[in-house]
T-cell receptor, first 114, second 111 residues
Framework: EPEVTQTPSHQVTQMGQEVILRCVPI?????FYWYRQILGQKVEFLVS????????KSEIFDDQFSVERPDGSNFTLKIRSTKLEDSAMYFC????????????FGPGTRLTVL | DAKTTQPTSMDCAEGRAANLPCNHS???????VYWYRQIHSQGPQYIIH???NNETNEMASLIITEDRKSSTLILPHATLRDTAVYYC????????????FGTGTRLQVFP
C-alpha cells in the first residue's frame, strides 16, 4: 500500500541553524501539508500546498519557514534559523483529488533544537 | 479551534466493541465528520468519515445522529493495537486545507 515517507526520522540541530525536512508524498496525490506536534500537545497545522503554491498557512508558519516541491516527488519544509521552541515532531501529509480532506500522514521527523 | 468535544480517556477490553463518542453541536450542513487516530507519536491515521448516513469500512463504523450534533466511532472487536488517541474532526467537504485536531480520546485496550 502506498505511503508517505519522511526523512530523517530524527534531526538534531543547534539553535540558529537551518534544517530541511523531507517528505515523499503518495505519488498520485496533489495536495500536500505540514503539521507539527510539540511533545504532549495537539497536532497543529502549519501549511498546505497545491499547484506549486501555498494555499493556506497558520500563524506558526512565519518567515522562518518555507516549503518547496523541488521535483516531482519531494516536498520539503525548511526552517531558516531554528529556535528552541521549534523542537517538535513534524508530520507531512498528502491527499488526492477530489477528496482533499482525507489526508495520509507520514511517520514524522523528530526535530530537536539544542 | 476544534469544534468537537470528546471524553479525555476510555478503556475497553480486548475483543469487545469500543464506542467512542463525539459531540459536534455546531456542525454546519456542509461539514463532514472525520475520525483519525494516532498511535504513540506516529503520524495520524485516517479511519473513516461521513456526512449524515452511517458508514462502515474495514476499520470501523461511524454512527451519526439524525440531527448530526453527535457521532460515535465503533471499533467492533478492539485489539491491543487499537490503543491510541482518537480524534473526531469536522471539516467542510470542499476543504483542501487544514485539519484541526483537538485533544482527542485516549483509548486504552486492555487484555
Amino acid at each position: 500500500e502506498p505511503e508517505v515517507t519522511q526523512t530523517p526520522s530524527h534531526q538534531v540541530t543547534q539553535m540558529g541553524q537551518e534544517v530541511i525536512l523531507r517528505c515523499v508524498p503518495i505519488s498520485n496525490h496533489l495536495y500536500f501539508y505540514w503539521y507539527r506536534q510539540i511533545l504532549g500537545q495537539k497536532v497543529e497545522f502549519l501549511v498546505s500546498f497545491y499547484n506549486n503554491e501555498i494555499s493556506e498557512k497558520s500563524e506558526i508558519f512565519d518567515d522562518q519557514f518555507s516549503v518547496e516541491r523541488p521535483d516531482g516527488s519531494n516536498f520539503t519544509l525548511k526552517i531558516r534559523s531554528t529556535k528552541l521552541e521549534d523542537s517538535a515532531m513534524y508530520f507531512c501529509a498528502s491527499s488526492e483529488p477530489p477528496r482533499a480532506d482525507t489526508q495520509y500522514f507520514g511517520p514524522g521527523t523528530r526535530l530537536t533544537v539544542l | 479551534d476544534a469544534k468537537t468535544t470528546q471524553p479525555t480517556s476510555m478503556d475497553c477490553a480486548e475483543g469487545r466493541a469500543a464506542n467512542l463518542p463525539c459531540n459536534h453541536s455546531t456542525i454546519s450542513g456542509n461539514e463532514y465528520v472525520y475520525w483519525y487516530r494516532q498511535i504513540h507519536s506516529q503520524g495520524p491515521q485516517y479511519i473513516i468519515h461521513g456526512l449524515k448516513n452511517n458508514e462502515t469500512n474495514e476499520m470501523a463504523s461511524l454512527i451519526i445522529t439524525e440531527d448530526r450534533k453527535s457521532s460515535t466511532l465503533i471499533l467492533p472487536h478492539a485489539t491491543l493495537r487499537d490503543t491510541a488517541v482518537y480524534y473526531c474532526i469536522v471539516s467542510p467537504s470542499h476543504n483542501t486545507d487544514k485539519l484541526i485536531f483537538g485533544t482527542g480520546t485516549r483509548l486504552q485496550v486492555f487484555p
